[in-house]
């Protein structure tokens, strides 16, 4: 993380440009609002960026929370066309010959109509005529129902690659509820958007807070250099699972010469592993990508565009822009790998790891949403996990229990927090933070302690060029001083329910169970699916619920439920199973006893605090 307030000495237009050229009209006012009034989006917010950079904010930051903030309908080239700044990605248009196609239609339903709304305004109105998914995270789909409403579906082809709907629904299955509390520090939504605040995310601005949908594809991706054509207009397809997302993949329109590179190949360095928690990403199979796209696309297009930030113009450019893309990711991997295999850990690697200068001396590698400190700490967390090798990190005190100890060495909370301050007059805000971190976890209601640990990590975020470690810093102060912070994502989505599988409906259940409580229980329960003719068989037995298909099962369970997906989902919401219909047959006592062992989440968990 650059904490260097000086910004690099290389060009510093081009940039800017770039992510003018185009511009068609914005959205006056530039904010969204849902149907009852409510703000789901603010683009004006951040008019304070149109001033000089304040000594709260790194330059190189501010500068790209200039470029991230400008908003409106730009012309990529004839017939594509990009709205951007209305939500934190962009939403792509391509005309066809009937109507227009969208690909990622945003986060949010009302972001995606207003964008939509937009781009009619300045072309004329134009049905919808297909859809495309560049990949499986919720800011390439969840707008959708605002550019095809229900009940226009039909003859709409909704284009993904193969494996879209799994990855689309199960990264809110298993620890939902973690991810969303992590991402309030992680995007920073409960700070005032301001010069001392949040000032983007370097992948965009903010993430809107609307209504979420999603339309299951209907022609899937399976192989690169598969070719389809939709309203007329023709797209070949490279596939390339495993690197932003579990599910991805590059196109080119080549009778239009304009490459998508998805979320592949975005202005800044992008996170292995994202600080709101997800599963590591692989860095190499992603450099493998970025080196096949530059040679199978060779000569095809004019301009490159992505699900975020700017175009990039020129056949060589993009080439350039691509190489060193490629280059960022492999290089942290290898070089993580080669540190790795010498001895360092996780931590010593962040700290000795240095970008190439070819490299570092771009502006799109710069670490404003990944970093490379936090990108080698993944890697190495994805070769060898979390454990470094030595004995005296194998067993420690779980944090309160640690800091109670290191405070009682330190002398007690007052002398640690004076350490912690001549730490802190003296530069070194890390450990200043660390040693403050411990009185905290030592004493939550220790004052003095909680107001200077804020101040430590203020001046953390304020120095950072990082913008989610600045949203971490800064949210941390935040709920120091006013405690855990209520908010977050509405995990309970109709339609996201809807496109789970049975096995991952279960599987909700099975993560909810109190073990403890369920340890010497024992029952089985049968649920035969109608609408999809399947059966599964659930067994609680030692506080684990599994589960598995079976086709004739061996002996009876205690309880067997034949219902549709429908009465499944309101049954795991809480109505009876009289109320819905549902045929039951044995013990019908057995799902109220199942259900009785769930814990709901703490969507206010505390992070800053013990």
Not at 24 to 49: E, H, M, Q, S, T
Not at 103 to 108: F, G, N, T, V
Not at 429 to 456: G, I, M, Q, Y
Not at 545 to 553: E, I, M, Q, Y
């Amino acid at each position: 993380m650059a904490t260097d307030r000086a910004l690099p000495d290389f060009d510093d237009r081009t940039d800017f440009e770039d992510a003018d050229r185009g511009f068609l009209g914005a959205l006056v006012p530039g904010v969204v609002k849902a149907a009852d009034g409510r703000v789901v989006f603010d683009n004006d917010a951040y008019g304070f960026l149109k001033d000089e950079c304040p000594e709260t904010a790194h330059p190189s930051l501010w500068r790209q929370g200039q470029l991230c903030a400008r908003q409106g309908l730009f012309e990529v080239t004839e017939g594509v066309y990009q709205v951007r700044g209305l939500d934190i990605s962009n939403m792509t248009l391509v005309e066809g010959e009937r109507g227009v196609i969208v690909i990622d239609p945003l986060i949010s339903a009302e972001t995606a109509a207003a964008a939509f709304a937009l781009y009619q305004e300045h072309r004329g109105e134009r049905p919808v005529t297909g859809v495309i998914y560049t990949h499986s995270h919720g800011d390439h789909f969840g707008g959708v129902r605002g550019v095809v409403p229900h009940g226009a579906e039909k003859g709409v082809p909704i284009l993904a690659p193969a494996g879209f709907m799994e990855h689309a629904v199960s990264e809110n299955v298993y620890a939902g509820n973690a991810m969303a509390r992590r991402g309030l520090f992680m995007y920073g939504v409960q700070l005032p958007k301001a010069p001392d605040g949040q000032i983007g995310v370097g992948l965009g601005q903010a993430t809107s807070s609307g209504t979420i949908g999603l339309i299951p594809p209907t022609v899937d991706i399976t192989r690169t250099g598969q070719e389809e054509t939709v309203d007329g207009v023709r797209i070949v397809f490279q596939l390339t699972p495993g690197t932003e997302a579990p599910a991805e993949m590059n196109f080119v329109f080549p009778d239009r010469r304009a490459l998508c590179l998805a979320e592949n190949a975005t202005h800044n360095m992008h996170n292995v592993l994202t600080l709101r928690g997800a599963v590591v990403r692989d860095s190499r199979i992603w450099a493998h990508y970025l080196d096949e796209a530059i040679e199978y696309f060779h000569g095809q297009y004019d301009v490159a565009f992505a699900s975020h930030h700017w175009p990039t113009w020129g056949h060589d450019n993009v080439v350039g822009f691509l190489t060193v893309q490629r280059d960022l990711y492999a290089y942290m991997h290898d070089q993580t790998l080669r540190l790795m295999n010498q001895g360092l850990t996780g931590a010593e690697i962040a700290e000795e790891i240095q970008l190439p200068p070819g490299v570092a001396k771009s502006w799109h590698a710069r670490g404003y949403y990944g970093s490379l400190s936090h990108n080698t700490k993944a890697i190495y967390q994805r070769y060898l996990g979390w454990y470094d090798g030595n004995p005296a990190h194998l067993w420690e005190h779980p944090p309160a229990e640690q800091a109670r100890r290191y405070v009682d060495v330190c002398g007690g909370p007052d002398e640690a927090v004076a350490k912690a301050g001549r730490y802190a007059d003296d530069g070194d805000l890390r450990f200043a933070a660390t040693l403050l971190n411990h009185v905290v976890f030592a004493d939550p209601d220790n004052s003095e302690a909680r107001n200077r640990l804020a101040a430590v990590y203020e001046k953390l975020g304020h120095g950072s060029e990082n913008a989610t470690w600045r949203n971490e810093y800064l949210t941390g102060a935040l709920e120091l001083r006013q405690g855990e912070i209520p908010g977050g994502v509405d995990l309970a989505n109709p339609e996201m329910a809807m496109a789970l599988t049975v096995p991952m409906l279960i599987d909700t259940v099975a993560i909810a169970i109190d073990g403890p409580r369920a340890w010497d229980d024992e029952l089985t329960i049968d649920l035969v699916l109608t609408d999809s003719d399947e059966r599964h068989r659930l067994t609680l037995h030692n506080g684990a619920l599994t589960h598995r298909a079976v086709d004739s099962p061996r002996t009876p369970a205690g309880l067997t439920l034949t219902l549709a997906k429908p009465q499944l989902l309101a049954l795991l919401a809480g109505k009876g199973i009289e109320e819905l219909g549902i045929t039951a047959e044995g013990d019908a006592t057995l799902l109220a006893r199942l259900l009785g062992y769930t814990a709901k989440p703490d969507p206010t968990f505390p992070v800053v605090t013990p």
